[in-house]
């Protein structure tokens, strides 16, 4: 599963996208490389019900920003995104 579409799950099982999850991450403190993945998933786990694989495509988001390494990108591989720019904003709005 591509980093997108983990993002875009995540969006179906929460009712929140993307965007709006990084906000809450950050009003909690949750910011920046020095914050522990561990705690952001014990987060996502108890508040929203996600799983590891979900949760560290998120807390990639949260730690690093919408930014994914040009490796992810390409067309072979079941891991592989269109972009190495994430969409945040919520699968409705995404540009074709």
Do not use: N
């Amino acid at each position: 599963m591509s980093f997108q579409a983990y993002l875009d799950t995540i969006e179906d099982k929460t009712g929140l996208t993307p965007r709006q999850l990084v906000e809450i991450a950050h009003s909690k403190g949750f910011e920046g490389e020095s914050v522990k993945a561990g705690e952001i998933l014990e987060w996502l786990g108890t508040d929203y019900g996600l799983g590891r694989g979900h949760g560290m495509a998120l807390v990639h988001v949260i730690k690093k920003g919408s930014q994914i390494d040009a490796k992810f990108v390409g067309t072979t591989g079941t891991h592989r995104d269109e972009s190495d720019m994430l969409w945040l904003d919520g699968k409705a709005t995404k540009p074709a």
